[in-house]
């Protein structure tokens, strides 16, 4: 997928996805600067391209601290 930039627009490729109730995509300048403002909002940041599994995930196959509780 070729995701642009939500604030600088076509020219500039994302590097990180930004959810919370919507979704924006941000090149690694505009990331940096607005990682703590949206942060404190409750987004969370995902870097494009890079496979990531939910920590929920690991919890439910007993790794985690799930698996430790016991």
Known sequence: ??????RCGPAIGAAYK????????L???CANRHWRALSAQGWT???LGVHALAPQTGAAAG?????YAA
């Not at 790794?63 to 698996?67: D, H, S």
């Open 45 to 47: 940041f995902w870097p």
């Open 63 to 67: 790794y985690g601290l799930v698996g």
């Open 1 to 6: 997928m070729n995701q642009t930039c939500d």
């Open 18 to 25: 930004v959810d919370r109730v919507g979704e924006l995509d």
């Open 27 to 29: 090149c690694g300048q």
